[in-house]
């Protein structure tokens, strides 16, 4: 059997991923007393930092071509510690971005690895 020239191309396309993967855990617990982020309001930071980080790259041309992306997670078992954020390709987990000074604290590490993904796309032309 030959896979359709289509959901080949979907495969390959994913084989590559993104440029930036951000991992927002909007787990929710209900009746226990561990934590969750979910229960932090973590679903309104994912969405602010999709807002964000989707105008960021897209009003930029050096930016325009990255693929980045924000996405929910389920429990990074990390819940003492949320709200809790993995980023890729960085592989970082940034604990406890519930505070607005720890929202730009993010921001500014995001915003790092975007310049030195610039700074690799033009080393590399
Ligand atoms: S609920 Fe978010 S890390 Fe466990």
């Known amino acids: 059997m030959?896979?359709?020239k289509a959901a080949t191309q979907q495969v390959s396309d994913n084989q590559t991923g993104y440029d930036l993967?951000?991992?927002v855990?909007?787990?929710r617990r209900e009746n226990t007393?561990?934590?969750s982020c979910g229960n932090m309001n973590s679903e309104a930071?994912?969405?602010q930092l999709k807002t964000?980080?989707?105008q960021r790259i897209k009003t930029d041309p050096t930016t325009a071509h990255l693929r980045v992306r924000v996405n929910s997670a389920g429990c990074l078992d990390y819940c003492e510690q949320g709200i809790a954020v993995a980023v890729y390709p960085m592989g970082e987990m940034h604990l406890q971005v519930n505070s607005p000074e720890s929202v730009e604290d993010l921001k500014a590490r995001i915003e790092?690895?975007?310049q030195r993904l610039i700074q690799l796309q033009s080393?590399?032309?």
Request: aromatic residues 8%; charged residues 20%; glycine residues 0%.
């Open 45 to 47: 930071l994912r969405a």
């Open 2 to 4: 030959t896979p359709n």
């Open 112 to 114: 790092a690895e975007v």
């Open 21 to 23: 993967h951000v991992f």
């Open 33 to 35: 007393t561990r934590p």
């Open 25 to 27: 855990c909007t787990n």
């Open 52 to 54: 964000w980080l989707s």
């Open 123 to 125: 080393e590399s032309k």
